[in-house]
Every structure is written in structure tokens, then in C-alpha cells.
């Protein structure tokens, strides 16, 4: 697995060829990303369109364990039915999915838009999920080492368009393939993200040094589309990314839904039927169920999720002969799969809420960080570094769990937060709310309280400084 990017920001020049709108010469260099302890990658951006620019990409290796983890705990399923969702389409419409990777998109568009799906995609993922799913994939690359002879009334490019060598290229090959009706969905990383004043974990997401070779902003999205052909563009930020919809006619814009605006779509019944059919002992089983419960969770059904807990429970024994039950034995694993990250702390917060067993909740949330540190450390296996949203989350109901019995525990979790917000991986006012309810419930005695309530004034003090100012 890799280890977590360190990122620094720097100033000076530095030669580079901007692939966005051609420039050459000296641009403005502006960071440095070290991965894996390799020399650090020398991040630049551009004099004239002010995009990104990075190392050309990292040659493509193909690793079932980073496939393991996308299908068990990292694919965004969600986000996928949410960029399909933008288009309306009728039944029957011809839709590719360039750069499909597993495959979710295509099994998604099939069994919930009923459209006839086609996937392109280079790597083992694809033929995993090729056959996983029962969805056709071509092996290859657009405009390289494969050629398409028809037309498609949807396509989708998500996450694609920063690893091209050539935008141009890529965008004019992909409107070849649209139907004179037919409408383009891009997402791509959003180059104002790369700024100083976002999280660092946001911009190394970003950034991804060593996989991207270059990030636009909206502005420089639209130029390139309409030097592709495209004459109909929408554009609409998302979290750290931008989303377009683009078209070659009045007739194919009508298609679009972006102008209502963007909306997180519930996958709840697609997880629930994939989960049901996928086979015994696989990581989609344990993908689907563990996503459906994290779903459930979020959403506030607890009950739902604790049946479902159950399924999800199953697939890790039926896959790794995981006990959910043995904690002991989990902590004895050498190599435990990173999707106990998240299902550890699931299992925790229904523990917390529900059974409101406080101390079987917080040997859930120690496990979930233990897990996430074992994995960061170790290098023997390519993978993706474990979402930070369960080890904020982790740390904050951990200080939750202990306040009541452990007041010096529940301040050692906020520790730990206020670290994570001091790196910029967390949200200062994340780390607020966690102190604000664990002062509430920690016993109004001893030196634990004053220095919790004196920590709290100081963040109050500090707040309002600012503001005056």
C-alpha cells in the first residue's frame, strides 16, 4: 500500500510543457509530493492557463490487492449513480463508460436506466469486472490500441481525463463517439483545489502524484471541450472535483439535469441485490454489504443496518474466516484487509447508538485505528491509502465512548484529533463538535474536565480573535 503522500509547498520555477493549452518554457513551481520516500515529485503551475502540471504518470502496474480494496471498500458507487443520474435518457439508449474500471457504472446504468452498456478500460480490474458483474468491457485504450465502430447516445469519462497524455486528443476521440443527440458526462479533479488554504489530504487526493498528469479549473474544462466540438457545456463543482455535461446540439443539451443541480443518489436497493447475488466468500459480497451498512448508518437506520451487519459479517468469515465477534483474534492478524477499517468502526457506532455498550464501542474504534495504522506502515502491498473519514470519525466517538468511564482516554482521542486538524486532515470544526459533546458528557470533577473546558476556551478565544480582526 502506499504510503501517505507528504506534501510541502514551495515556491520557484521550473521547466515544463503544459499539455492544456501548449505552453513552453519556465512555469511557476508551487509544491512538492513525496511518495513512498521516493525523490520528491515537483509540482508546477502553468504561466498562461493556470492549470496544474505534474510528472508524466508512473507506468501502470496491475495489482489485484488494490482491486480488492477498490471493490471491498473504496469504488464510489454512489458518486456513479449520482453523475448517471444527471442524464435523462430513454431505455434502450447506447451508453459507454470510458475508463469503466470494475465495471459499476455499466452495471449500474443497466439494471437502474436500462440501457445497453459498453465499458472500455486497460486494466485487470476491468476484466475482474467484466466477468463479476457479466458486463462488456473492451480491454484497451481509446485512440491507442482500440477503435470503436459505432455511436453511443450516453457516454461518461470519469476520472479519466487527467491521466491522458493529450486532453485534446482524448476529448476529440470521445466526441467522434457521441451521437449527433448525445450528451457527454466528465468529472475530473478541480485544479483550484491545489491551494494552500485546503486541506492537505484534499489536495494530495487531487493531485495523486504519480497518476495524474495534469488538473484544469473550470474555465480551462469548458475551452477544452469546445475545442473538441462541443458547442452545449454545463459545469458544476463537487467536493474537490468538477462535473460537466456536454453536448453538440439544443436537442442532446435536454438531456442534461446538471442545471438543477447536483445530488448524492441512494444506492441502497442496488447494493442490496448485488450483495444477495454476488458469490459466496467474494469481495464484491463484502463490498456490497459493507457499503449498504455504512449507507444505513449515515442514514440514521440503525436498525436496518444492525440486520444488514449481520450479512456483511458472514461475507468477511466466508472470505477471510474474520470472526466480527472475536476481537481478539482480529488484533493477532499480520495483515488484516483494510476494509476492516470501515467495518470496525461501523460495528462501533451501532454498539454506541443502539446497544449502548460504551466500552465494546470503543475496542471497535481502537480497532479501526490499529487497522489504519497497520496498513499505512506497511509498504509490501499497492493499494489505496484508507479513507480519513473513519479515523476522524473513530477518534471522535472513541473520545465519546470512553468520556463517561475514561475522562484521561477521551482526551487522549481529542489529542489525536487535534492533530489531524494541525496536519490539515481534519476539519477544525469536526474536531470542535467531538470536544463540544464529550465536554458535555465528561464528569463535571477533576483535572480531566478543567483542562478539556480550558481547551475549549482557548478555541473560543483564538475564534473570536480571528474575526475581530
Request: aromatic share 6%.
Amino acid at each position: 500500500m502506499k504510503t501517505k503522500p507528504e506534501l510541502r509547498w514551495a515556491d520557484g520555477e521550473i521547466e515544463r510543457y503544459c499539455v492544456v493549452c501548449g505552453r513552453r518554457g519556465l512555469q511557476n513551481q508551487i509544491a512538492l509530493v513525496e511518495v513512498n520516500n521516493q525523490p520528491p515529485m515537483r509540482i508546477a503551475r502553468c504561466r498562461n492557463c493556470s492549470s496544474v502540471l505534474l510528472d508524466d504518470p508512473d507506468p501502470p502496474v496491475e495489482n489485484i490487492d488494490y482491486w480488492n480494496d477498490y471493490v471491498e471498500w473504496i469504488a464510489g458507487i454512489e458518486a456513479i449513480a449520482s453523475f448517471l443520474a444527471l442524464v435523462e435518457s430513454a431505455p434502450g439508449s447506447r451508453f459507454l463508460d470510458v475508463g469503466c474500471g470494475f465495471g459499476f457504472g455499466l452495471d449500474l446504468a443497466q439494471k437502474t436506466k436500462g440501457w445497453e452498456v459498453l465499458g472500455v478500460d486497460p486494466s485487470i480490474g476491468a476484466r475482474i469486472g467484466a466477468q463479476d458483474l457479466g458486463v462488456e468491457i473492451r480491454i484497451g485504450q481509446l485512440g491507442n490500441n482500440l477503435v470503436l465502430d459505432s455511436t453511443f447516445d450516453v457516454i461518461l469519462a470519469s476520472e479519466v481525463l487527467e491521466h491522458v497524455l493529450s486532453p485534446n486528443d482524448f476529448l476529440a476521440s470521445v466526441r467522434s463517439l457521441l451521437a449527433h443527440d448525445g450528451i457527454l458526462v466528465i468529472t475530473t479533479p478541480n485544479a483550484k483545489t491545489v491551494d494552500p488554504a485546503n486541506l492537505d489530504t484534499d489536495v494530495t487526493m487531487a493531485l495523486a502524484a504519480g497518476d495524474h498528469k495534469f488538473l484544469v479549473d473550470a474555465e480551462q474544462l469548458e475551452i477544452l471541450l469546445r475545442k473538441a466540438g462541443f458547442e452545449f457545456i454545463e459545469i458544476d463543482t463537487t467536493g474537490i472535483g468538477l462535473i460537466a455535461t456536454a453536448t453538440l446540439t439544443a436537442v442532446g443539451q435536454q438531456k442534461s439535469l446538471l442545471g438543477l443541480g447536483f445530488k448524492n443518489i441512494q444506492v441502497d436497493e442496488y447494493l442490496r441485490d448485488r450483495g444477495n447475488s454476488a458469490p459466496k466468500g467474494s469481495g464484491l459480497a463484502i463490498g456490497m454489504w459493507a457499503r449498504l451498512v455504512q449507507s444505513e448508518v449515515f442514514a440514521g437506520k440503525i436498525d436496518e443496518a444492525r440486520q444488514d451487519m449481520v450479512r456483511l459479517a458472514d461475507a468477511l468469515e466466508n472470505r477471510y474466516q474474520i470472526d466480527l465477534t472475536r476481537l481478539d483474534t482480529i488484533r493477532e492478524m499480520e495483515d488484516p484487509p483494510s476494509v476492516l477499517v470501515s467495518v470496525c468502526y461501523l460495528a462501533g457506532f451501532i454498539c454506541f447508538v443502539h446497544e449502548k455498550n460504551l466500552p465494546r464501542a470503543a475496542e471497535y474504534f481502537n480497532l479501526s485505528l490499529n487497522i489504519e495504522i497497520a496498513n499505512e506502515t506497511k509498504n509490501n502491498k499497492a493499494g489505496i491509502h484508507p479513507s480519513k473519514l473513519f479515523v476522524i470519525q473513530s477518534l471522535g466517538h472513541l473520545a465519546l465512548a470512553l468520556a463517561p468511564t475514561n475522562p484521561k482516554g477521551a482526551k487522549r482521542a481529542l489529542k489525536r484529533l487535534d492533530r489531524l486538524v494541525a496536519a490539515k486532515e481534519c476539519p477544525a470544526e469536526v474536531a470542535k463538535d467531538f470536544r463540544d459533546r464529550t465536554l458535555a458528557i465528561t464528569p463535571p470533577h477533576g483535572p480531566t474536565y478543567t483542562r478539556l473546558r480550558s481547551g475549549m476556551r482557548k478555541i473560543f478565544l483564538k475564534s473570536k480573535h480571528k474575526k475581530s480582526k
